[in-house]
């Protein structure tokens, strides 16, 4: 038996806007570092994990501004993570994320906690193993934000410039992996998936209740991790022309902002609709943007 790999339920949702955004990993120019929006997101999730794990106490803005490195290289590769935050943002570019992050961690106990079961299982690690490719197992590893096994409720918090349109929630992955993976791991049964967005816009978190996943859904899902996971075992990836595999124009993903993958993407020269930049932007440029 070959050795484990492991596939997260974000990888099989950012595969599916486009495969470069994960089959290009690894090459030269891939970028592993945060913008903004995302740091923002990190820093905020950061905040509530320790809420949690302190009983309802904020971390000070000394301990915020601390953490933002740490967070800020989190997800980044060996040889990036001495990269500073310090080097692509002004002090006060960092005070006004810090600032911004502590309001929604704020407005998270007050809006969102209470409405919340007591003794979360936070950011717990679960896995599943869902298949084997050639000899290797394939596991499905997720970290879901809070989980409440005595009442089979999975939360996860995130944040977002505007409100959700609703029928956003469809879509989202995380609403099938998470509570079919709970199950094994708690033996119990999981059916309720609550999502709360962070509305930067209107500063309120939006509650949006998942629907329960059909047996039909979870199949497919497997079968679509699965899919990913043996495209990226076997290499044999294909970038999909602007982004186009899933939607019939470009998506907001395909840009030098959001996708990692830009400045290295062989797709990107099919783009004529004149409102992409085809030049890969540095992260400094892409983090103040």
Known sequence: MGDVFYIRPSTVQSYLLCPAR????????????????????????WLIEQIQERGGDVPRIDELLAAMQAVYVKDAPDELKDSK????TTRAQRMTLADGALEASELWLSQVERNLPSDPHV???LEMEIGIWGERPVVLRGTPDSVWPEVGLVADWKTAGRAWDAKKIEGQLQRIY????????????????????????K??????????????????AREM?????????ETSWTFAPAGQAFHATRGWHCSPKYCDAWAVCPGKH????????????????RWSE
């Open 123 to 125: 950011e717990e690690t």
């Open 225 to 233: 991790a699965m899919a990913v996971a043996g495209s990226m075992i």
């Open 270 to 285: 099919l783009i004529r609709d004149g409102k992409a930049n085809q030049r890969a932007i540095t992260i400094k440029e």
């Open 178 to 201: 998470y509570p079919m993976m709970a199950t094994e791991h708690y033996d119990e049964a999981f059916i309720r998936f609550d999502y709360w967005v962070f509305n930067r816009d």
């Open 203 to 220: 500063s309120v978190w939006d509650q949006h209740k998942a629907p329960a996943p059909t047996e039909a859904e979870m199949h497919a």
């Open 22 to 45: 994960t089959g290009l990993r690894g090459q030269e120019g891939f970028n592993y570092l945060p913008n903004e929006t995302l740091l923002f997101g990190s820093v905020t999730h």
């Open 85 to 88: 935050l310090t080097a692509v």
